[in-house]
């Protein structure tokens, strides 16, 4: 901002443009020279602006790396539609293994939900995890029809051999371990999945065959 009087009209204002050469009067439409001095003023501040600029540019940038440039990824995809947010917290959990809160946080921030609606839905739904997951996901069901045929031997049995309890990750990050309410397949109990795949019918003996296939 320069001081400018007019010299057709004399008219004093405080000039806010970007011209460097010459200014508008307000009044009488009078081109007014703008003083060297000032011009310099001005290009200065042009310059200022301009690297301003770049480094928010560049800070935004930075801004989303990591878990927000995750995040942005995945909710473009869904054209931020707020709906699919369920679909969207499944992407990210298959693309990163589970859902660290810092990655909640992002989803609210990007989607505008607030966060305790989104922790809502991550703790209501199974398919979800909030703490890290092994490589190999371990399902034990123990519905009514699993219980009755020896489900709680079964799970007292992989988590023996995995020296784990329920919701826990194996040292070497290599198994986590689950409890579910029912995998469908009742007639087929016990049962248990491993990373999707079925195994019905379990005997003790088989469960520690069944894990050696997983590395």
């Known amino acids: 901002m320069v001081l400018l009087i007019c010299q057709h009209c004399d008219y004093r204002w405080d000039y806010q443009g970007e011209n460097e050469h010459y200014a508008t009067c307000p009044t009488c439409r009078y081109k ?3 003083p060297e001095e000032k011009a310099q003023m001005l290009r200065r501040k042009g310059l200022d602006m301009e690297l301003k600029s770049k480094f928010s540019l560049k800070e935004q940038h930075v801004k989303l790396r990591g878990i927000a440039g995750i995040v942005n990824k995945t909710i473009e995809d869904y054209q931020y539609d707020k709906s699919m947010l369920i679909q969207i917290l499944l992407r990210l959990q298959k693309n990163f293994g589970w859902l660290p809160m810092e990655m909640l946080l992002e989803v609210s921030k990007q989607l505008g939900i607030p966060l305790g609606q989104i922790y809502q839905v991550a703790t209501f739904y199974k398919a979800f995890s909030l703490a890290p997951r092994g490589r190999h996901l371990i399902r034990v069901c123990t519905g ?3 219980k009755v045929r020896g489900a709680p031997i079964v799970l007292d049995r992989v988590q023996s051999s995995l020296n784990i309890e329920r919701g826990e990750v194996t040292p070497d990050g290599r198994f986590s371990l689950e409890t579910v309410n029912c995998l469908g397949c009742c007639a087929l109990g016990p049962m248990m999945t491993i990373d999707g795949e079925y195994y019905g019918n379990l005997k003790l ?11």
């Open 32 to 34: 007014v020279r703008i």
């Open 144 to 146: 009514t029809s699993c």
């Open 205 to 215: 003996l088989a469960v520690k065959r069944i894990l050696s296939k997983y590395t």
